[in-house]
């Protein structure tokens, strides 16, 4: 059992039966009394995402999953397959099971798949992943103002780079927040 006020983006909970996994959490204190934790979660398996409010000091289940390394090949369009690492099993998601860790996917790239009763369920990415920048402005000299210049990455991710970063860079992208790390 996990209490509520620790929920955080990306854990897995079973609620109400189901399997969830939380796309938000956030606490709201009144004046008196106990809090609320407001989430917003989303149905492993039908992709419903419901928000749920909890008053502070409750507990769920966190969901028994377990996790294999596993090697990204590629997609076609509308699924995306995987290969374990340990079998050479290859194992097929839907888009909506990957979601936003599309963005981040390169063939070959090492991640570990989330498996719930020897099913897969979503994907578990490293903290950073390295990709090339397929469009961006270019850099004119003595332009400092603003923090940085938006660039388009091979995936499809828009992100915020410095101006020294040109079209053909490689660069480490956190997977957590989305935002640029380093030039490789």
Do not use: W
């Amino acid at each position: 059992m996990i209490e509520v006020g620790d929920l955080k983006k990306g854990m897995f909970i079973v609620y109400e039966g189901e399997i969830y996994r939380v796309l938000e959490a956030s606490k709201h204190f009144m004046g008196r009394g106990s809090g609320l934790i407001r989430t917003k979660l989303k149905n492993v398996k039908t992709g419903l995402v419901r928000e749920v409010n909890f008053p502070s000091g409750d507990k769920v289940p966190e969901a028994e999953l377990s996790f294999r390394k596993a090697q990204y090949l590629y997609n076609d369009g509308e699924h995306y397959y995987f290969m374990t690492l340990d079998d050479y099993e290859q194992h097929v998601l839907s888009e909506d099971e990957v979601g936003d860790a599309k963005y981040y996917l390169t063939e070959n790239l090492e991640l570990d798949l989330v498996f719930h009763e020897g099913t897969p369920i979503a994907v578990e990415l490293p903290t950073t992943v390295e990709l090339t920048v397929v469009e961006t402005e270019p850099s004119f000299k003595g332009d400092t103002v603003s923090g940085g210049k938006p660039a388009i990455l091979e995936t499809g991710l828009r992100v915020t780079v410095p101006f020294f970063v040109e079209k053909g860079d490689r660069i480490k992208v956190d997977t957590r927040t989305g935002e640029y790390v380093e030039r490789v």
